[in-house]
């Protein structure tokens, strides 16, 4: 079980090299793909398609929940939407798999 620190907040989750869960979320890699389940976007996406992850969040209409949006090729391939107590720790987690799984 990690815990993560968002200023003053402690935020509960498990992260290991293959897989990262919140509540009741996962995002994990598993034969080369990357997979979420649960109440965010179900995905399955070859990991060497992805380039990066980006997010954002709207400050005009806070109470709509950030997007991270998963990019390979200049293409949008998956949105999540994902609380912002999660997002940067989730963002963190998927470019560090990103980061392992490409090739050299």
Known sequence: MAVFMD????????????????????????????????LITNVRIPIHHIDTVVYSLNPKKPAIMPGLKIIG?????????????YIESV?????RVIDQHSPT
């Open 7 to 38: 200023g003053d907040t402690a935020i509960e989750c498990t992260a290991t090299d293959t897989e990262y869960c919140w509540k009741k979320n996962v995002i994990k890699v598993d034969k080369g793909f990357l997979i979420s389940k649960g």
């Open 73 to 85: 090729k200049g293409v949008v391939l998956a949105e999540m939407d994902i609380t912002g107590e």
């Open 91 to 95: 963002q963190d987690w998927l470019l």
